[in-house]
């Protein structure tokens, strides 16, 4: 199913890759909708990976987390497309899904909360939707950023694009260290 150019030079095992879904630009950058790109960025420094590389329509990088060969990859595509970015990622570098792991925010957790699922649906979450389509499988590993519940008399679309409210911005930097740890922990747990 996915086929691809050569890999890029890693030590032949399975690869992860993590993908920290956002919308690029200034404007987006500390958005709700952004909770996957401001976490990977953590789990970026965290690890050493520089994320500059550009390829696969979004930012890549490539070094070691928790021992195992990874890619972080930042779609570029803006969200409702971020399954185009993906699949080009995964293709490249035979990626099996369960070596995906997507990080994106999720309005039905509360702010600051964090789930981890190794499967399951989009939900109302459209950047899910387009990688799920992409993929053709629903079967990956997902890392939720809670950012809910949507404040009363706004709209949802309003409300993810809008800044992160000043009284929030604390514990959702909590939340993108423990996401960001989550991801950590995951693969230290599912090594082969």
């Known amino acids: 199913m996915f086929f691809g150019k050569k890999k890029e030079s890693f030590s032949g095992k399975n690869p992860w890759l993590i993908v920290g879904l956002g919308n690029p630009g200034s404007k987006y950058t500390y958005t709700w909708h952004n909770c996957g790109f401001l976490t990977s960025e953590i789990l970026a420094k965290r690890n050493s990976i520089s994320v500059t590389k ?3 329509k979004g930012y890549y990088g490539k070094g070691k987390i928790a021992g195992e060969d990874a890619i972080i990859l930042r779609p570029t595509t803006y969200m409702n497309n971020s ?3 993906v699949i080009e990622a995964v293709r490249f570098f035979k990626i099996d899904p369960s070596h995906l792991i997507v990080v994106y925010d999720d309005i039905d957790i509360p702010a600051g909360k964090i789930r981890v699922r190794p499967s399951g649906s989009a939900g109302t ?6 990688v799920i389509y992409h993929m053709n499988t629903q079967d990956f ?3 939720r950023i809670g950012c809910g519940p949507v404040p009363e008399k706004w709209n949802l679309v309003d409300f993810v694009l809008s800044e ?3 009284d929030k911005k604390e514990i ?3 939340a993108f260290n423990e996401g960001a740890k989550a991801v950590e922990k995951y693969i230290e747990e599912h090594k082969q």
């Open 54 to 56: 550009v390829k696969f």
């Open 83 to 85: 399954g185009e970015s």
């Open 141 to 143: 590993p997902r890392v």
């Open 125 to 130: 979450h459209n950047g899910m939707k387009s």
């Open 172 to 174: 959702m930097y909590e």
């Open 164 to 166: 992160i409210f000043d």
